[in-house]
């Protein structure tokens, strides 16, 4: 197909390797930085393109979508499409596409991460190892909870739910997830686990781990309810989005101890943190990395880059959203 008359938004920036991918023919309004554009200039920088490549911070709702009629395809940079109005796209003809499978290990060695530093202590370990304040052995210091052996709750078994349930086979745990589907048996006689209600999960697990996508049915899925339904002794652990846990109820849940701990990547008004959080200790915050390996971000933006293209080119995409 002749692609001379195409023309893309790419609108915040992508690593030079994919940026590399597009065709000369093809032009790109390029907005090489890492602030969202606002809605109006989004729209008329849309206006007429053929495509677009974004970041999750972009918000595509029906509005920005007539603004730009000739968009064939919206290319997010990221597994989750919360950002983007689905259903509109779909009414209008427009291909959607995200980045699965390529982050899948990536994000759950972070869910990992967060919950073996929040167990463990390891970021008020290192606060105190560099403060000076250590100054003898100490018998009682920094004691945390034990991983080996306890039980793993993950919500949403989806493929980064699974993976981190694979890694729980190395820790000798029991895993119970919690899914509107349940995995094949052989999946779940593979990883050790078994599906409950979402009453089980939370009553069984030591540890419960969010990776449901943001649904009107999952929004607050950890809500005051859920959270009195943990152990005291659990960690909750959420690197899906944040908009899944009820912020302010966990901030009681932590405060009032319903639960041991959290290690959060995500949260319901990024980059904004409830205040709460901030001066807590048993609280491992991250903003918003659990997919940023340098080899994951580089396929991320390349597998986006490579589903524009497809569509441009009359071809089906790679990675549609289903
Ligand atoms: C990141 O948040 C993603 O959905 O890939």
Not at 238 to 258: F, S
Request: charged share 25%; net charge neutral; with cysteine.
């Amino acid at each position: 197909m002749n692609m001379m008359s195409k023309s893309l938004l790419v609108s915040n920036v992508l690593p030079d390797e994919a940026l590399r991918l597009i065709p000369r023919e093809i032009s790109v309004d390029y907005n090489g930085t890492q602030t969202a554009l606002p809605k109006t200039e989004l729209m008329a920088r849309l206006r007429g393109k053929d495509g677009l490549i974004c970041h999750i911070i972009s918000a595509i709702d029906d509005e920005v979508l007539a603004a730009a009629p000739t968009v064939k395809v919206i290319a997010n940079v990221a597994v989750g499409y919360n950002n983007i109005d689905i259903a509109a796209a779909r009414r209008r003809g427009v291909v959607v596409t995200n980045t699965p499978d390529v982050l899948t290990e990536t994000t759950a060695d972070f869910a990992w991460t967060l919950l073996m530093a929040t167990a463990r202590r390891v970021v008020e370990a290192d606060r105190f190892t560099r403060s000076g304040q250590w100054h003898r052995w100490q018998w009682d210091l920094l004691w945390g909870a034990d991983v080996y052996g306890k039980t793993l709750g993950i919500m949403g078994f989806g493929r980064i739910g699974r993976a981190v349930a694979r890694r729980a086979l190395g820790f000798n745990m029991r895993v119970v997830y919690q899914d509107a589907v349940a995995a094949d048996a052989a999946v779940e006689r593979e990883l050790r686990a078994s599906r409950m209600d979402l009453e089980g999960v939370l009553r069984e697990a030591d540890f419960v781990s969010l990776h449901t996508p943001l649904l009107p049915e999952t929004r607050h899925l950890m809500n005051e309810r859920s959270l009195r339904l943990m152990k005291k002794s659990a960690i909750l652990v959420n690197a899906a989005r944040g908009p899944v846990v009820d912020e302010a109820a966990l901030v009681r849940a932590l405060e009032e101890g319903w639960i041991a701990g959290a290690g959060l990547d995500v949260f319901e008004e990024e980059p904004t943190i409830h205040p709460g959080l901030l001066p807590m200790t048993n609280v491992v915050l991250a903003p918003h990395i659990a997919s940023a390996s340098f080899d994951t971000r580089l396929a991320m933006a390349t597998l986006a880059v490579r589903n524009c293209l497809a569509v441009l080119e009359g071809k089906p995409p790679l990675t549609p959203v289903p």
